[in-house]
């Protein structure tokens, strides 16, 4: 049984009969970040890549910015802690201390949006994407996401970079598995101009911004965005593609990254007619 998965005695039910038969489901696991020995968070997570992991969280939100600002990082998997050693303090005030981050819908809004303006950036890389280049990742990507077919509990997130996928992440949190990428990135040396995240979810604002922070100017997904994630991407210079899917998919923001044709000939985008 791979990591990330358990197997669980179950009964099925098929039409009038009924069966005793196992089945793979997702593993869920709190791991408490600990930083410089004070507590940073607790967050519900698939038990792996975990330092890739306390390494994209502590940048998305601001605790670090470079790799080197970690001294040293260890993983206690089985009390399920992080601890994390920093060259500089970090403050963690009396109202941040022991939050809970749940696997689905993240942090409080309160503490989302504390960061953000110091994290958040605007993208200015420019490439082109060819929209059977979209397709083809989207496709690479369910064919690679072994864990959501054996379990459909986990999202997964992945960079590609000249048509081909990089790296995947699998979590059954879908922040997690942005941070997981994240975390990725840091240790590799950072990003390429023409880097791109593809992500199985919903493109909301949390996630539009986790992509802006990472500085990469591409998101597929082959869910439906929100408006405010809309928002945020045309303001950040962020190219955001959703429900790839079927042959199809819309092109919401900054069109501009993908080689778009219509009867034969080149798109040109509007900017006002994304906002």
């Known amino acids: 049984m791979s990591k990330g998965t358990k197997?669980?005695?179950?009964?099925?039910?098929?039409?009038?009969?009924?069966?005793?038969?196992?089945?793979?489901?997702?593993?869920?696991?709190?791991l408490t970040i600990?930083?410089?020995?004070?507590?940073?968070?607790?967050?519900?997570?698939?038990?792996?890549h975990l330092e890739e992991?306390?390494?994209?969280?502590?940048?998305?939100?601001?605790?670090?910015?470079?790799?080197?600002?970690?001294?040293?990082?260890?993983?206690?998997?089985?009390?399920?802690?992080?601890?994390?050693?920093?060259?500089?303090?970090?403050?963690?005030?009396?109202?941040?201390?022991?939050?809970?981050i749940g696997s689905c819908c993240g942090k409080s809004r309160a503490f989302y949006f504390q960061n953000d303006a110091?994290?958040?950036?605007?993208v200015m890389n420019q490439f082109t994407l060819s929209p059977e280049s979209c397709?083809?990742?989207?496709?690479?990507?369910?064919?690679?996401?072994?864990?959501?077919?054996?379990?459909?509990?986990?999202?997964?997130?992945?960079?590609?970079?000249d048509g081909k996928i990089e790296t995947q992440f699998s979590d059954i949190g879908r922040h997690n598995a942005l941070d997981k990428l994240y975390g990725h990135v840091i240790k590799n040396g950072g990003r390429k101009k023409d880097h791109v995240i593809i992500f199985s979810g919903r493109i909301s604002s949390e996630v539009l911004l986790k992509?802006?922070?990472?500085?990469?100017g591409c998101l597929l997904s082959k869910s439906a965005p929100t408006d405010l994630a809309l928002q945020l991407a045309a303001d950040?210079?962020?190219t955001?593609?959703?429900?790839?899917?079927?042959?199809?998919?819309?092109?919401?923001t900054h069109p501009e990254r993908i080689d778009l044709k219509e009867n034969n000939e080149t798109v040109t985008p509007n900017r006002e007619e994304f906002n």
């Open 118 to 122: 110091k994290t958040a950036r605007t």
């Open 211 to 216: 992509v802006s922070k990472m500085g990469i």
């Open 7 to 30: 197997t669980w005695n179950m009964v099925r039910v098929d039409g009038s009969d009924a069966y005793a038969t196992t089945d793979i489901v997702a593993e869920e696991f709190p």
């Open 236 to 238: 950040l210079n962020i």
């Open 240 to 252: 955001a593609v959703g429900f790839i899917r079927g042959g199809r998919m819309n092109v919401y």
């Open 135 to 161: 397709m083809q990742l989207m496709e690479s990507f369910h064919e690679n996401a072994h864990t959501f077919q054996r379990t459909g509990g986990v999202h997964q997130a992945a960079i590609a970079s």
């Open 34 to 48: 600990m930083i410089n020995g004070q507590e940073f968070a607790t967050m519900v997570c698939t038990p792996d």
């Open 53 to 100: 992991l306390v390494i994209g969280f502590l940048a998305t939100e601001g605790a670090i910015y470079t790799i080197k600002e970690i001294e040293q990082l260890s993983i206690d998997e089985e009390r399920g802690f992080a601890y994390v050693e920093t060259s500089r303090p970090i403050p963690v005030g009396e109202s941040e201390q022991k939050r809970w």
